[in-house]
């Protein structure tokens, strides 16, 4: 029999398709090689990509040259423009604003064959904090109320690029999903008293059947109500609103690097997207959101029920996933 | 400058990315030729199909056998299982369900080589006819809420088999994105005491840039703030809260035949997905909200950004989409 499972914090039904099971080598998806050829993101192209926004120079060579471990620059195709002013107007019943916004690219490291699972765990860590650098600053523009920070890994789920890079995106609107995912979390706060991203932790951790790993200061999960095969979740084990590597950086580039690295085990290095979900800035710090990774294989094809219902079809139980991901040689 | 622009109905951001434009040459995602082979929805092959719902027959032949010209049968796959109870239960902070829904098969006609776009009107209509005798069949079983009708044509927009067809899936419970448009209608209602898509169409009729065509009874627009290029909408011109041909049927399959047209003389016959949204079964006639087509081409790719925020980056701008939908011979 299948399953229908909601989320409790986004209100999302998916369908646990177990009639349709599928196991790790169902899902034929692998990253193609790289192709190699000319490289924008590569050392030696620095001036072919817009002027660098934040670089990491261990050998204090000058901006825009060779010597760097990492690089932010703006995009070059940016979905958003970063000068203007949102003007906000109405066009009878409709609503519109000007594109404003940032949109960067943060190249995470300089060597065009490494991914963000094979790189050194210190490039993890100096991405988690470019990624930091740059939210703090993008937050001093009265205009932005959300940074997204996401990553595309593999053509398949959208990377255009094949150098590693993950992507950030400045909005003047708090992004609808996350206003959902607020919205339930404060309605739960207001009648429990307590983080509902805190008690899922707690009760995964009891259960052990959706837990991947654990360090000192992260849990990786299998989602109860995953929207794909493997989806998975890395959460601070205590509460915490918004993004911050201070202070941890290294368990939490440990754990992401070691999720990765178990996903591309299991699933062959499959394409993937991942999103860092935290609290917008007028309200970082509080007592019900607590931020999050989410990354999502990209395996399955989203048709005309998923677009018509918003619900998801998903062909492995999480607690299939995550065994298998406990499971993985790494 | 990119524009931001604010569905009225899901309330949903989309960012307009003319720096981006594209052109319907730019897209290149043509429906494979079909590869023949055996085919468990051509006439002959009933057999190997689960038995039949529904079968419109001119020649009076038996069910099961040769001689239908439109086939309804059980996913042979099913995404919820039609046996069964509910038996929603809480897991602690989860809540689940049994799969109990329906999931069938609407095999629209019986020649392989055609499609929705090219089959006879008359296929076309029974089609909408098998749609609407399904949907007030399952209204009877109580445990659904909903029945989700839609289309998945071309394998990148989900389909596994060629042979052209529709499904519908019946739920217990309304689909997330149907009751996020109620609730956004209901609360226009509330304020205006008018249904906001027969607002929607009248502003639509005046400004014009948007409408693809019209007929009698029916207006195919290109919606202001669309999730994909060349998205569209059809909607009956006067207030209807539930999918119903009664009376209208050809209109209904000529535009909508006709849209499809349009798309695949100017997309050079693209995957895409088509959804039925429609009041659920509890609340069928109400003044609003108000039924409608979505058609969605399978042009742009899912990524990080889309997968984390909900909103959605769209190159083309949908007043440009309309004018190449208009200006296309058909």
């Not at 790189?119 to 100096?126: F, T």
């Not at 109860?224 to 959460?235: D, K, S, Y």
Request: net charge negative.
């Amino acid at each position: 029999m299948p399953e229908l499972r909601k989320d409790p914090v986004s209100g999302r039904w998916v369908i646990i398709s177990v009639e349709r099971g599928k196991r790790p080598s169902d899902f034929a998806m692998r990253v193609s090689a790289k192709k190699g050829g000319f490289c924008a993101f590569c050392e030696g192209n620095e001036r072919t990509t817009p002027p660098e926004i934040l670089a990491f120079r261990p050998d204090g060579s000058r901006p825009n040259t060779p010597g760097w471990t990492l690089r932010v620059v703006s995009n070059k195709f940016p979905a958003l423009n970063v000068e203007g002013s949102l003007n906000r107007t109405g066009d009878g019943i409709f609503d519109r604003m000007n594109g404003v916004g940032a949109h960067e690219v943060i190249v995470e490291c300089a060597d065009h064959n490494l991914t963000l699972s094979s790189m050194p765990l210190k490039s993890v860590e100096d991405t988690l904090w470019a990624f930091h650098h740059r939210i703090t600053d993008l937050k001093r523009d009265v205009r932005f109320k959300y940074v997204l920070v996401f990553k595309n890994e593999g053509d398949e789920a959208g990377a255009t690029l094949e150098h590693t890079h993950s992507q950030l995106i400045a909005l003047p609107i708090v992004p609808h999903l996350v206003e959902e995912e607020i919205q339930q979390a404060k309605q739960y706060h207001d009648y429990k008293e307590r983080c509902i991203f805190c008690d899922i932790i707690h009760q995964e951790r009891t259960n052990k059947a959706r837990v991947i790993s654990e360090n000192d200061d992260y849990i990786a999960l299998a989602p109860f109500a995953p929207r794909a095969p493997f989806e998975t979740m890395i959460l601070p084990k205590r509460h915490e609103s918004s993004f911050s590597p201070d202070g941890r950086v290294q368990q939490m580039a440990h754990i992401l690097q070691r999720t990765l690295r178990q996903i591309d085990r299991v699933l062959d290095m499959p394409p993937y997207n991942m999103m860092i979900h935290t609290s917008p800035f007028k309200n970082e710090t509080n007592e019900y959101y607590h931020w999050h990774i989410e990354i999502l294989p990209k395996l399955t094809k989203i048709a005309g029920f998923e677009w018509g219902s918003g619900f998801y079809i998903n062909p492995t139980p999480p607690e299939e996933a995550a065994r298998f991901m406990r499971e993985a040689e790494i």
